[in-house]
């Protein structure tokens, strides 16, 4: 089976791995912080803080920012569950905000609409989480004039997206928002195996997302209500989580960074030999934004079904059984059974389910070879034969 995402692992991972496994430090050593000051460098924000996981950097990202009971935080219904659930995690209440039938991505007009009526209603959100979906930014500057003209906070869920680029300046500079969280899952672009990322350039938020992943705890004299009993000493100050990230993770994190660009060059090859060698087939190739230069960690088409024999399942079956390790993302968030059951249905958000009745990724990752993606084309131009 060809997967839809594969991490891309050589010699010198291994060996940066080894080498820390023979080291005084597994966890709370220097590799977290080289690692963070690698992706601050590399995307240009003041501070990177390292956790366990995307999903955990969403949750101390919203905890920073304040939210919490009685807040909204909205997102896009075309994304994994995680964008939202942070809010939940928080005691806030999830919306969310259709996505713009161009880029699959949150429509700015879809949100202007909706907060000029939460406006009215007493209900706008204190957080906003665009996801750059398969690694195409949101416009992000039409959304950062909405959090300034309605007062919420943007968190930029770029689990997609390290290493492209919006307007010429890499996801994660934070010039558009308050936080930026990366994904380092082995079907991401780098990997740590599990692992995260929140860029900001806020020393407030910094500090508190520092304290938020490692119990709440710190040992910095400037922060403690009172003098320190002695050497030993450290303080609680909040009610944080355990979600800090070891030293294996941030070696083999710090060891994928020096491929980055080649990682992210390799995605655009075969991105763009896909669009030339589908181009005849029935279907949409993923529609790129003269603002954007995608991370591409997804390459995602949508079947044109009115002019082909078959469900859009129909296909998709045929490619698996072809050995194409095809998926599909996401399933619209608010049709999950437990996003149901606060209120949400079938017809909220008409694009994006029209999106999900369409869309099928393609394998997609830098060691893909030719051979392979060959395969990939031949199996779906057999899927689509009437
Ligand atoms: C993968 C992913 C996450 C969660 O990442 P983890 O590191 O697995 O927690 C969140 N949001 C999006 C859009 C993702 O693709």
Request: with cysteine; proline share 5%; net charge negative.
């Amino acid at each position: 089976m060809i997967p839809y995402g594969r991490q891309d692992i050589t010699q010198a991972d291994i060996d940066a791995v080894v080498q820390v496994l023979q080291s005084d430090f597994l966890t709370q050593g220097p590799m977290v912080p080289r690692f963070e000051q690698c992706v601050a460098d590399h995307v240009g924000a003041r501070h990177a803080l390292a956790v366990n996981s995307a999903t955990s950097a969403l949750h101390i990202a919203c905890l920073a920012v304040g939210l919490g009971q009685g807040d909204w935080l909205w997102t896009t219904p075309v994304t994994f569950v995680a964008s939202a659930n942070c809010g939940l995690y928080c005691g806030a209440q999830v919306d969310f905000v259709d996505i713009d039938p161009a880029t699959y991505n949150l429509c700015p007009k879809a949100l202007t609409a909706k907060l000029e009526v939460a406006e009215r209603e007493g209900r706008l959100p204190k957080v906003v989480v665009p996801v750059h979906l398969c690694g195409q930014p949101c416009d992000m500057q039409a959304i950062h004039q909405l959090a300034q003209r309605y007062g919420f906070k943007v968190i930029e869920d770029a689990s997609h997206a390290i290493g492209g680029k919006y307007r010429d300046e890499f996801i994660g500079n934070c010039r558009y928002s308050d936080i930026t969280v990366f994904s380092f899952h082995p079907v991401k672009i780098v990997t740590t195996a599990e692992g995260g990322m929140a860029t900001t350039n806020d020393d407030q938020l910094a500090s508190r997302m520092a304290l938020l992943r490692s119990h709440g705890i710190t040992r910095d004299p400037a922060l403690m209500t009172h003098e320190a009993d002695g050497p030993w000493y450290y303080q609680q100050i909040e009610l944080g989580l355990n979600y800090r990230m070891t030293e294996l993770q941030a070696a083999l994190g710090v060891s994928q960074m020096t491929r980055l660009d080649s990682f992210i060059e390799r995605r655009h090859a075969l991105a763009q030999r896909y669009d030339e060698k589908l181009a005849h087939l029935p279907l949409s190739t993923p529609w790129q934004h003269p603002d954007s230069y995608s991370g591409l960690h997804l390459y995602v088409i949508r079947l044109k079904l009115g002019a082909i024999g078959q469900s859009h399942r129909q296909v998709f079956e045929a490619l698996r059984e072809q050995g194409i390790g095809v998926n599909l993302h996401y399933i619209p968030v608010h049709t999950q059974p437990y996003y149901s059951r606060m209120g949400f249905s079938a017809g909220d958000f008409p694009q994006a389910e029209h999106y999900y009745r369409e869309a099928i990724s393609l394998p997609m990752f830098q060691t893909m070879s030719l051979e392979q993606q060959d395969q990939v084309i031949a199996a779906l131009e057999r899927a689509l034969q009437p």
